[in-house]
């Protein structure tokens, strides 16, 4: 797990997936389904990376792991690896 896609993905970040919870669903509007942030679990973590390299080019550098998205805003949170 420390390593993905030939990324090190932040010790942290590992225990929490392995320790707390294998990703999580943070905020979620059950009204609308058009708001709210999930955190990836570790399957997400390797089948989002290259898809969000496509859809924002400047996170096209392999530094970058995207490990959150926040819902109905096509946003994601980044660690700088």
Known sequence: MAKLLGQNVPQDYTSF????SNGAVLI?????GQSGFKLYGVHELAELQESWHKSI???HDKRYLAFGEFYGQADVLLFDL
Not at 17 to 20: F, G, P, R, S
Not at 28 to 32: G, R, S, T
């Open 28 to 32: 979620y509007d059950v009204e609308y």
């Open 57 to 59: 080019p400047e996170t």
């Open 17 to 20: 997936l392995i320790e707390v």
